[in-house]
């Protein structure tokens, strides 16, 4: 200790009743700014057990910590004791290297040390610490419950990497059902569901009955749901997000992780909404699963059921999963009501009156409506037999089938159809949704534009009144070709992706997917200012906000604050005045919304998510918006978001 603060030291008056515990430790923070990455830093800490004061010294990386930190920590804490400054009698520190740098450093001071292996007053006040910054919230650590190890917790990491890993996303989504036939695991642990398929938070999720999956499936709000019951997460993501506990463990041990945004860990909620930490058999279980679904082929998820034997923390064990939707495929009138239909099976009924009505065109509009209500009036989907005769008719069939199933039932329905007819372009685009990889994607919607050509014939694409979207036949091609595009677009190909939807414009001037919204956002990107004029005066409309915002965002471009564009966010915000607000960063975008009516804030989600880079990459923009964005009133009106078609039209 250096002369000067030994000399202040030894001028203080002793108490020496006064017990300190003092120690290095890690922080209950993470420091995500100043350092090239995420870490938490350590400090020297000192409390009294007898009157509470405690300090904290000063905080550095992991790298530098050293024991030294707890002389310098001691030296401030009694120095700066208010109203008067003292020693203790006794001080406690945990840990041999401290305790011998706090022996040499204090024995001029004659004040006793003891070494401890745990001092609680240190504990309790990190403990403190932790749920002050954690708003009231603490999650207890993985080894909390009795008899959970290092090893076990390591094994389980282990499991966790070989499962982030082998990316099961790719081929299961949160729609497929799996049942966890062996090993028999606690009641909470038989179903599962894996996470990740929309490419935001992957993971795990157990639970016991199979009835709480289609509560929650056929719900557009299922929280009281998750409420109830009690489930078990694995959860991935970086280590800032995870318990303090379980990160500190994974630092000190390196154990496995898939990546710096792949960290593993897993609690189970129960109906208080209290959080636990699994017990070791059950964490056990949860790695046997995990390592089954790693190990797992496509070809042993379309059999349905299959076995895996994996080596876990208590032995190898057998697992084995089947996914029920496979095994006994639910017939078509037993199947639960979604909360949102997939309006392209609709679209079957349809393709039945087309077919009806063949060589019918003799017949007086009268008599021919006469004959499709005595077919086809009040009567389900399900009701009406097919009469689908040529290949491609059977496979579209199929992937009608297929946009009413769940999960991996829809990948074998469209692989089904494209054994059927390769030139069955919706079975491409059913791939292409369920695919996580945007090359993939890109490619089998390639494909299905193709096969879409193939089927109707070069002649269908030459006749200038060719009647697209209003003839059944031609919506798989124009399906495909917008999901080409939009592909391409999130991909940054801009160029292909304008091409794709003036073509898609070109052959239904309608535009019942409206793609002209999401081709307007690509064209501000793109600085296409003339192609988008072009597309405002086209589509002129008092509702549509996304080219509403685009046309006050081109006339601040070409203009500036001029009356014209001022004019052009005056109706902007008349449509949807929730807009400048997310724009302006006041509310967050959030989850897109499945669907949304006009002027509401969820609409106002869906275009700023299109055009919020288009404003802050313009100078001055958002200023201008802020100055000229009075809100006012906004009109009604329902549009609607399908799984399938991104964007619905008014007019459609």
Known sequence: MKENRLDRLQALPRQPREVWQGGLVRMPTWV????????????????????????????????????????????????????????????????????????????????????????????????????????????????????????????????ARLFYEATPWRHLSNEDLLRIEAPAGPPDLRHALVMGSGGDEFGLLFFGPASFYERILDKENAQD??????????????????????????????????????????????PDRRIRRPAPRALAHVEAVLRALAATTETELDQGRWTRIVSTAEGALPVTLTLPALVDPPEVHTRSPRPLMDRRAMERTMAEVQRFLRGRLSE????????????????????????????????????????????????????????????????????????????????????????????????????????????????????????????CAHMGRNDEAVGHYQRLLRLNPNDNQGVRELLAGVLLRTRRHDELRALIDQYPSELEATLLYADALLRFRTEGDSAGSRKALRAAVKANPHIPRILLKKLPVGTLP?????????????????????????????????EHSAPSHAPKGKRRRIPGTPRVSPAQ
């Open 32 to 159: 995500t700014d100043e350092w090239k990455e995420p870490a938490r830093p350590w400090g020297g800490v000192w409390v009294s057990l007898t009157s509470r004061r405690l300090h904290i010294g000063d905080m550095v990386h992991p790298l530098q910590r050293a024991p030294g930190q707890v002389v310098d920590a001691f030296v401030q804490c009694a120095l700066d004791a208010k109203p008067l400054a003292y020693l203790p009698g006794r001080v406690e520190v945990c840990g041999p290297e401290v305790a011998e740098v706090v022996r040499q450093a204090l024995s001029p001071l004659g004040i006793e040390v003891v070494a401890r292996e745990r001092l609680a007053g240190i504990e309790n006040l990190l403990q403190e610490l932790e749920k002050d910054l954690g708003k009231g919230l603490v999650i207890p650590g993985v080894l909390e419950p009795p008899g959970m190890t290092v090893e076990r917790v390591a094994s389980f990491a282990e499991a």
């Open 225 to 270: 749901d998750f409420e109830r019951e009690t489930l078990c997460n694995v959860y991935f993501g970086p280590i800032t997000e995870m318990p303090l506990a379980d990160s500190a463990l994974f630092e000190d041990h390196h154990l496995p992780v898939a990546g710096p945004q792949a960290f593993p860990w897993v609690a189970r909620t129960v």
């Open 364 to 487: 007086s509009i009268e008599e021919i409506n006469a004959e499709v209500a005595r077919e086809f009036g009040n009567r389900r989907i399900d009701e009406i037999p097919s009469t689908a005769s040529t290949p491609l008719e059977k496979a579209q069939d199929l992937c009608f089938e297929a946009f009413e199933a769940r999960g991996r039932r829809q990948v074998l329905l469209a692989r089904q159809a494209l054994e059927t007819c390769p030139d069955c372009a919706d079975a491409y685009v059913i791939l292409a949704e369920r695919t996580g990889d945007p090359e993939e994607a890109m490619r089998l919607y390639g494909e299905g534009v193709t096969a879409g050509e193939r089927a109707l014939g070069p002649a269908r694409f030459t006749e200038s009144d060719a009647p697209f979207w209003s003839d059944m036949v031609t919506r798989p091609f124009m399906r495909a070709l917008q999901g080409l595009a939009e592909t």
């Open 594 to 626: 499945s669907s949304y009516s006009l002027g509401s804030r969820e609409e106002a989600m869906s275009v700023a998510s299109d055009l919020e880079g288009t404003w802050a990459e313009t100078p001055g923009a958002l200023d201008w918006l802020k």
